[in-house]
């Protein structure tokens, strides 16, 4: 049994991906992020890409008037973003690698060894009273730097563990490893990417867990059996292996 309830942030960023493959205004990414709420949701995540591919500036701002759960605003460490993350105010900032030709966030953000090219970033966000998280790999090196910045928040890359099954087991160690770790360092956990009904459990049952950012299943899913359940079932996942 863990001493603190584990949330579930929903990331409603592929509402905006079918809204823009017809342009005008439906789906729309807050009505989402409303009904995610009223589901169970603690926390919505948005990803404002360079390219605008799928969430657009005034989501952003949409979002973070509509909702009153925390708003956790991902994006990549640039001038643009951070001038938009002071405007906006969310509760969070995560901030992600990005490249404009993948399909989505491929891998962590690189810290370690780049402390000082990313202070300027990091620094603005946390003046403006945005608890700082950085989406990285489950790494010694990067949870050591996370820290070393003043990062609030480390959200852990659960990509691998997802996608491939013949090393699943060995990447949880490693996530549940790099939990502990950000843990005694006084750094919030986090993990994300990839997640589905299987992959969940296992990931939830992480005592050091405070927070699953989860998206593309959920979205998915909720094709067939409607936002709310695939969003009810997931959350009961999450409480159930968090109970055992
Ligand atoms: N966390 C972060 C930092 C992400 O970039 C993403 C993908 O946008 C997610 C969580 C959610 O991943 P998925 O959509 O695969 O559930």
Known sequence: MTDHALRLGVNIDHVATVRNARGG??????????????????????????????????????????????????????????????????????????????????????????????????????????????????????????????????????????????TRATELVRIAEAAALADSLGLECHAGHGLDYETVAAIAAIPQMHELNIGHFLMGESLFIGLEAAIRRMRRLMDEARSL
């Open 25 to 166: 205004d439906n789906p729309d990414p807050v009505r989402a992020a409303l009904m995610a709420q009223d589901a169970g949701a603690d926390g919505i995540t948005a990803h404002l890409r360079e390219d605008r591919r799928h969430i657009r500036d005034a989501d952003i701002q949409a979002l973070k008037d509509a909702i009153s759960v925390p708003l956790n605003f991902e994006m990549a460490a640039t001038d643009e973003m951070v001038d938009i993350a002071c405007e906006v105010k969310p509760n969070a900032a995560c901030i992600v690698p990005e490249r404009r030709e993948e399909v989505t966030t491929e891998g962590g953000l690189a810290v370690a060894g780049r402390e000082a090219e990313l202070a300027p970033c990091f620094n603005r966000i946390r003046d403006a009273g945005i608890r700082l998280s950085l989406f990285i790999e489950a790494s010694e090196a990067e949870i050591h730097a996370a820290a070393s910045v003043g990062a609030d928040i480390v959200e852990l890359h659960t990509g691998r563990y997802c996608h491939d099954a013949k």
